[in-house]
């Protein structure tokens, strides 16, 4: 268990060699991080309540027919997946206008958007995660014209299914972030959900009072982070007997005073 081979390292999960070939095991810690990892802290029991909101959303969204990498949950912060090879793209869809896209345009936060809207985050840290174009993306060879196809039509068919599922538990989707990859089974490929979704990657807006519910709590120094996790998987149904530790609160690692966008 402890010598396990430690494939991948990113700000929030650690991706290990799984037990059988074609396998990893995702592992969720207690990290937050923003602004590119500028901003650090340590939220105890984040990992544990991530791994099962974010277990609890691919099982369902598996259960409509979105394929996605998760296997099954092991333990309190690990899941079995599939090993795939990631698009190298953030994909980003909102239906109410927050973060980046009201200060790009102007937009007051909470504005209803005309329709659901796309866009795509070239995945590189150097870079700060720049936004992209399909030009770009085709042009570069990050993914081919069919596999955009596909890639928007599954997180359309994601936001659909999410819209619903956190508005039937009081909870407005504001936007949120999903990663693909490609997954080979007898010489086919497709492509399938990756990563997770989670409080760490979504907007979630209290229907009745617009209580931000997610990441947006640390990335702006609003406090009752590990609260607002607890809240939305307690509304899910998935917090269980074994609590997860209640933390003094996050623990600040690094800042650089950064203001919120
Ligand atoms: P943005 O408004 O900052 O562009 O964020 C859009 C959505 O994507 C929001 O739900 C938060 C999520 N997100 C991530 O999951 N990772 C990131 O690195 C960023 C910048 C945003």
């Known amino acids: 268990m402890n010598k396990r081979r430690r494939i991948y390292e990113g700000k929030a999960k650690v991706l290990y060699e799984g037990p059988e070939p074609g396998t990893l095991i995702q592992h969720f810690k207690d990290d937050a991080t923003a602004f590119n990892a500028k901003k650090?802290?340590?939220?105890e029991g984040k990992g544990v309540l991530n791994n099962r909101i974010s277990e609890y959303i691919f099982v369902k969204l598996g259960e409509i027919g979105v394929p996605t990498h998760f296997m099954r949950r092991m333990n309190m912060r690990e899941?079995?997946?599939?090993?795939?090879?990631?698009?190298?793209?953030?994909?980003?869809?909102?239906n109410v206008a927050a973060g980046s896209l009201a200060t790009r345009l102007g937009l007051e936060e909470g504005t209803a958007l005309p329709r659901s809207i796309i866009e795509f985050y070239y995945k590189a840290d150097k870079l700060n995660d720049p936004m992209v174009s399909e030009e770009h993306i085709t042009a570069f060879g990050w993914a081919t014209p069919q596999e955009i196809d596909e890639v928007m039509s599954l997180a359309l068919r994601i936001n659909d299914f999410l819209v619903g599922l956190f508005l039937g538990i009081g909870i407005r989707l504001i936007d949120f972030k999903v990663e693909f990859g490609r997954h080979w089974e007898n010489d086919q490929?497709?492509?399938?959900?990756?990563?997770?979704?989670?409080?760490?990657?979504?907007r979630l807006w209290d229907v009745a009072t617009a209580n931000k519910l997610d990441k947006d709590r640390f990335r702006r120094d609003l406090g009752g982070v590990l609260e607002a996790y607890?809240?939305?998987a307690r509304r899910l149904g998935v917090l269980t007997e074994n609590r997860p530790p209640k933390?003094?609160?996050?623990v600040l690692v690094t800042s650089n005073g950064t203001k919120p966008n």
Not at 40 to 43: N, P
Not at 191 to 199: G, M, T
Not at 247 to 250: I, K
Request: glycine share 4%; proline share 7%.
């Open 247 to 250: 933390g003094a609160g996050p």
């Open 230 to 232: 607890q809240e939305v």
């Open 40 to 43: 650090h802290a340590l939220i």
């Open 189 to 202: 490929m497709r492509i399938i959900l990756a990563d997770e979704i989670s409080p760490d990657c979504c």
């Open 79 to 94: 899941q079995l997946i599939r090993e795939v090879e990631i698009i190298p793209l953030e994909v980003v869809v909102r």
